[in-house]
């Protein structure tokens, strides 16, 4: 799987797609656009409200990527999508739905990305 990125600019309220990754004495993230995000190190307010979020790989069922922190509509209702451990007490890392009945994404049938946590916050209850 090809690694893809998207990044959210909090400070000015953009989404953009990530085209380069620089990693000197700080991170350099080239955005489709042409733009750079540079967060400094000593500015924590910016860096606060930049946030990498990573495709997972999959897509829905509109065909439409599915990266870390979007909101997702199942058959049994809204999800975040996540990365991190996917139970408590395991060793296991990777993406999975925020949502009671689910913990992998097997035996959830379609999906469809509705949004992400950054610009449709109305949609998590």
């Not at 999800?79 to 296991?92: D, E």
Request: charged share 30%; aromatic share 10%; glycine share 10%.
């Amino acid at each position: 799987m090809k690694q893809k990125y998207r990044v959210w600019e909090g400070g000015i309220r953009r989404m953009s797609k990530v085209v380069g990754l620089e990693f000197k004495d700080e991170i350099i993230i080239h955005v489709e656009d042409g733009g750079i995000t540079s967060p400094h190190k000593d500015d924590t307010d910016y860096l606060e409200s930049v946030v990498l979020m990573q495709y997972t790989g999959l897509e829905d069922k509109n065909r439409k990527e599915i990266y870390g922190d979007d909101i997702v509509k199942t058959i049994d209702g809204i999800c975040i999508v996540k990365y991190g451990r996917l139970k408590p007490a395991t060793f296991t890392i990777g993406f999975y739905l925020e949502h009671p009945k689910y913990s992998i994404w097997s035996g959830i049938g379609e999906i469809e990305v509705i949004g992400n946590i950054y610009e449709n916050k109305d949609l998590i209850k």
